[in-house]
């Protein structure tokens, strides 16, 4: 039988691992006393990487080598950065690392071998709603948003997991529905959900989960009419937040001139535009800039601070790498074989585009700031968690239309030499 | 399949957005780098000078004006040019931006690469120096010419658009500004900002310059034709309708109450005269009359061509622009034209505009820094002319620059003349209240039209007469001790 070859790409995670490596040398030499502990964290971190690799590549000879390679990569430069932040934090992140990783690989089989997720569609969307409601009244509010929880002394957030489930959801329902009326209910849903968001003042969710439904409609369906209603909606809900909701009307404002109000709201966006500028093209330096004059440096402003100690040059790398990772993500999508699957690939695919552009848009002054993280690099458990699921799934679609188009090619094969004999 | 191409499509629109991205990020740092950077609010700057030793700012003759010794900042020994040169440095201490913010990124070696960092350990770090293109004696000499008067004076290099001094009155010492920040030392009010590229001032006829490149741009054969000044322009009150048939001097003394006026200095009369003569006489009449025939809109995009209501973003200094309404009103519009109403200047942007008539036209972008030595003495960053834009139309600027020279020879500018060389000017005496007591900013905005002294300079005096009489001498001496230090 013939087999689909994929190019071999282990020798450039080798590189990435390097890159890391000399990353984490650097730093032990940063403080008075040698750092040992920073070796070691480097080389846990590196052995994990090459081991995740070997793993994917045996549930299955077809997953995406350069999405997890890019992933890594991601990944390696946010440990890094958060090692250098505060070292409790890196470990934390690591341990998150793990739990994401095997939960990665857990979807990956799932979607692998089995319909699961073309079936749980109805519950996830009864499960979102329901917790972000709850999170409505028992969340705890942090930046200005209510969106966290705290279950048995673990803090998270919901609206990281809930990306996910949105995209399940509205992949499924707009597999093969195509009358208007089928697509009410996905519809009331998204307004459901970003409406809640809002109202939880997550306003970077909310952006992200609209802009997500949109392209989906519109990737799904290609209702150009449509998609452009939900447009105008959007852009009516925009202005009209901006004229119902202060802190909507602040946040234009701080876009628009952040030194006006310097010493309160504008204090961020003007200390991350200092941080960039001090930076320059080549960085100040891993561990020389002062990245903690900028409030929520580890998470949403975590470009700022790489910007800050890399230069702007690697700001610049860092937008290409996510631009592979989407048009990877895109690839597997186009090459998925069933439509559910596309959808669902593809509507990661989108989460993981729109959010970095919302926040490197954000941070650069380039689009209003909405807080969201960025994905891969920010500290935080839910959202590193939440990506490697998004992960999964991209590699679990990958292996699958891998196998299915291996078992048709096998079909194939089988026709014909039947037809051979017949003959 | 559709959904295939409709993937594709959306797959485009995100690659169009990350490049913009990069693309707007690469922008905004190279546009507003260094304003984000040496902005007062960059704490960063303070963190890196605690330990790296910030390298010296000398003047154009190496000179030193500011050193760093066993950790503290020192300057110059002589107090006047501590004084005279306050401005262009800036303090250490955040209170101004000058050279030292500006030039933070060399002085404290930020400039230096990575691979400088990590080869030299924390303590040994020496920031580079900096010279700058201005002349510490020259500027020392122009501040005691000013003696009690607060104001601004900055001469350029017209060709190369060096900033050879810029002198801003009254000063402050920057070794005592520790003590100011304590309480123990009195500044004069406003000592801290730089009048010279900060001061907003009302310009009054200096603003004409901006008014005749608009006639010359709009109104055909302006050249040629005769205006008479025959006294106050009359407007409605409520409306500010410029009211054509009316004569002030026919008016009684009960209907002179319900108009308003656009007035010459001491309500003089200059006559029937050509537009060379009005430029040189500085008539108001004849400029608010062409001011109201060239119209609001056009007037209003020409001196935004000449940097009026923009934001220059220069690379080594900072200088605000001049602002301009014209109002609803033909009143408004009028004086607006004759550099009254909202109006308003900066020194160094007058400076700029006067150069560019001087030099066919062109604004060289205005530079402060001569070249930047690293601690070990290799050269990064040496001087060179860069043109700002084409301000004016090389015949504009001709005939302007004509007229210019002529208001010095015969006109209001004649204290400014010096033997030897040709001098171009305009002079300003711009109301700045209603209280006909309190004097006028005194002007002078000027320059020497010669290959070997290619200098442009203005001046202003703050309520201290008229720009003929107070301003033009003073431009006259610095001048001349220019053309002897720089020849």
């Known amino acids: 039988m013939r087999k689909i070859k994929h190019v071999?790409?282990?020798?450039?995670?080798?590189?990435?691992?390097?890159?890391?490596?000399?990353?984490?040398?650097?730093?032990?030499?940063?403080?008075?006393?040698?750092?040992?502990?920073?070796?070691?964290?480097?080389?846990?971190?590196?052995?994990?990487?090459?081991?995740?690799?070997?793993?994917?590549?045996?549930?299955?000879?077809?997953?995406?080598?350069?999405?997890?390679?890019v992933a890594d990569l991601l990944i390696g430069i946010g440990l890094l950065i958060q090692y250098r932040l505060n070292t409790d934090n890196a470990f934390r992140q690591l341990l998150f690392l793990v739990v994401g990783i095997i939960l990665m690989f857990i979807i990956m089989a799932l979607i692998k071998n089995t319909k699961f997720f073309e079936y749980i569609s109805w519950p996830l969307m009864i499960v979102s709603i329901a917790v972000l409601s709850v999170l409505f009244f028992v969340g705890k509010e942090v930046g200005g948003a209510r969106n966290w929880i705290i279950i048995a002394g673990i803090q998270f957030q919901p609206s990281e997991f809930v990306k996910l489930a949105f995209v399940v959801v509205l992949a499924d329902w707009l597999t093969d529905r195509y009358r208007f009326f089928d697509l009410i209910i996905p519809m009331i849903f998204v307004f459901m959900i970003v409406g809640i968001l809002m109202l939880e003042r997550d306003l970077g969710a909310a952006v992200l989960l609209f802009g997500t439904s949109l392209i989906m409609f519109y990737v799904a369906t290609g209702r150009k009419g449509a998609v452009l209603t939900g447009v105008g909606i959007g852009a009516i809900g925009a202005v009209?937040?901006?004229?119902?909701?202060?802190?909507?009307?602040?946040?234009?404002?701080?876009?628009?001139?952040p030194w006006a109000t310097y010493t309160t709201n504008g204090y961020q966006i003007a200390q991350g535009l200092m941080a960039i500028a001090t930076g320059g093209m080549w960085g100040v330096g891993l561990g020389v800039g002062s990245p903690k004059l900028i409030p929520m440096y580890n998470n949403d402003y975590i470009f700022a601070v790489i910007c800050e100690e890399f230069g702007v040059i690697f700001g610049i790398l860092l937008i290409a790498f996510y631009l592979v990772l989407v048009i990877r993500g895109a690839i597997i999508a186009l090459n998925a074989t069933e439509k559910f699957y596309m959808l669902l690939s593809f509507g990661c695919t989108t989460i993981i585009a729109l959010q970095s552009i919302i926040i490197i848009g954000g941070v650069?002054?380039?689009?209003?700031?909405?807080?969201?993280?960025?994905?891969?690099?920010?500290?935080?458990?839910?959202?590193?968690?939440?990506?490697?699921?998004?992960?999964?799934?991209?590699e679990g679609v990958s292996a699958r239309s891998g196998m299915m188009l291996e078992n048709r090619m096998a079909e194939i094969e089988e026709e014909m030499r039947t037809n051979e004999n017949e003959a | 399949m559709k959904t295939k191409r409709n993937i594709k499509t959306v797959l485009i629109l995100f690659c169009v957005l990350f490049v913009s991205m990069s693309v707007y990020l690469v922008y905004t740092v190279s546009v507003y780098g260094t304003r984000y950077f040496t902005s007062p609010y960059n704490t960063r700057t303070e963190k890196i000078s605690n330990r790296v030793e910030a390298g010296k700012i000398l003047d154009r003759n190496e000179k030193t004006l500011a050193y760093t010794s066993d950790g503290e900042r020192e300057y110059s020994d002589s107090k006047t040019t501590r004084l005279a040169t306050a401005h262009v440095l800036g303090d250490d201490m955040g209170q101004t931006i000058g050279a030292q913010s500006m030039f933070a990124r060399y002085l404290l070696g930020f400039d230096q690469s990575v691979l400088d960092m990590i080869l030299h350990p924390d303590s040994t770090l020496k920031g580079s120096n900096v010279e700058l293109t201005i002349d510490s004696k020259l500027c020392r000499d122009i501040y005691e010419l000013m003696e009690d008067h607060k104001g601004a004076v900055v001469i350029t290099n017209y060709k190369t658009g060096e900033i050879l001094a810029s002198v801003s009155t009254p000063s402050f010492d920057p070794k005592k500004i520790k003590d100011y920040l304590d309480g123990d030392y009195e500044l004069e009010d406003g000592a801290l900002v730089n009048r010279a590229t900060m001061g907003v001032y009302t310009p009054g006829s200096t603003f004409?310059?901006?008014?005749?490149?608009?006639?010359?741009?709009?109104?055909?054969?302006?050249?040629?034709?005769?205006?008479?000044?025959?006294?106050?322009?009359?407007?409605?009150?409520?409306?500010?309708?410029?009211?054509?048939?009316?004569?002030?001097?026919?008016?009684?003394?009960?209907?002179?109450?319900?108009y308003v006026y656009l007035t010459d200095y001491k309500n003089e009369t200059h006559g029937t005269m050509t537009l060379k003569e009005a430029f040189a006489s500085s008539c108001n009449v004849t400029f608010a009359r062409l001011a109201m025939e060239i119209g609001s809109s056009r007037l209003m995009k020409v001196a935004e061509e000449l940097g009026v209501n923009k934001e220059f973003l220069f690379e080594e200094i900072m200088v605000n622009?001049?602002?301009?309404?014209?109002?609803?009103?033909?009143?408004?519009?009028?004086?607006?034209?004759?550099?009254?109403?909202?109006?308003?200047?900066?020194?160094l942007h007058m400076c700029l505009l006067t150069g560019a008539v001087a030099n066919n036209g062109t604004m060289m972008e205005p530079k402060l820094l001569n070249s930047v030595k690293t601690a070990s003495g290799t050269q990064k960053h040496s001087l060179k002319a860069e043109t700002y834009k084409q301000a004016i139309k090389p015949y504009e600027a001709e005939i302007i620059k004509e007229y210019m020279i002529e208001a010095v020879k015969h006109g209001t500018g004649t204290e400014a003349k010096i033997s030897g060389v040709t001098v171009g000017g305009k002079?300003?005496?711009?109301?700045?209240?209603?209280?006909?007591?309190?004097?006028?900013?005194?002007?002078?905005?000027?320059?020497?039209?010669?290959?070997?002294?290619?200098?442009?300079?203005?001046?202003?005096?703050?309520?201290?007469?008229?720009?003929?009489?107070?301003?033009?001498?003073?431009?006259?001496?610095?001048?001349?001790?220019?053309?002897?230090?720089?020849?």
């Open chain 2, 208 to 258: 004409k310059i901006v008014t005749i490149v608009a006639a010359l741009r709009y109104l055909p054969n302006v050249t040629e034709r005769e205006f008479d000044c025959t006294g106050p322009l009359v407007f409605d009150k409520d409306t500010g309708k410029f009211r054509n048939g009316l004569t002030y001097s026919e008016l009684t003394d009960d209907e002179k109450l319900d």
């Open chain 1, 8 to 69: 071999n790409s282990a020798g450039l995670l080798f590189l990435v691992v390097a890159f890391i490596m000399t990353g984490f040398f650097l730093l032990s030499f940063a403080g008075e006393k040698y750092d040992f502990l920073a070796l070691l964290f480097a080389v846990t971190a590196g052995v994990l990487m090459l081991a995740v690799y070997v793993i994917l590549i045996k549930i299955s000879r077809h997953a995406d080598r350069f999405v997890i390679i």
């Open chain 2, 321 to 347: 622009a001049g602002k301009m309404e014209t109002g609803n009103s033909d009143y408004r519009l009028a004086w607006a034209g004759v550099g009254q109403h909202k109006d308003v200047m900066t020194p």
């Open chain 2, 427 to 487: 002079t300003g005496s711009a109301e700045v209240s209603s209280n006909k007591e309190t004097g006028t900013h005194a002007w002078f905005t000027g320059f020497i039209d010669s290959n070997k002294y290619p200098f442009a300079i203005c001046v202003v005096c703050e309520r201290a007469g008229t720009g003929g009489s107070v301003a033009a001498p003073i431009a006259k001496k610095a001048l001349e001790m220019a053309m002897e230090r720089l020849a």
């Open chain 1, 240 to 257: 009209g937040s901006y004229y119902l909701f202060d802190h909507v009307k602040a946040r234009v404002a701080i876009w628009l001139n």
């Open chain 1, 364 to 394: 650069i002054k380039m689009i209003p700031l909405t807080g969201i993280t960025l994905p891969f690099v920010s500290q935080g458990g839910s959202s590193m968690i939440a990506c490697l699921m998004m992960l999964g799934v991209l």
